[in-house]
């Protein structure tokens, strides 16, 4: 996993890469967004458990992003 500080730099640099398309709103790919995280070991890819990830909209045993590695 990528230390604190060095994924605090790449999460930054990331986003000032949008930056000047901007305008008053940041809007990205969320998805281009944990991949991201998951190439630095924040986040990765899991089978959705309502008990564990609370009640979101899908379906138990579908795929979800979670922030994380636990």
């Not at 398309?21 to 190439?39: I, P, S, V």
């Amino acid at each position: 996993m990528t230390s604190d500080a060095e994924w605090g730099k790449v999460l930054w640099d990331w986003l000032r890469e949008m930056l000047p398309d901007a305008g008053c709103c940041l809007e990205f790919d969320t998805e281009d967004l944990m991949k991201l995280a998951q190439k630095h070991g924040r986040a990765r890819r899991v089978k959705y458990n309502p008990d564990v990830h609370g009640l979101i909209d899908v379906e138990p045993g579908d795929e979800i992003w979670w922030w994380g590695v636990a």
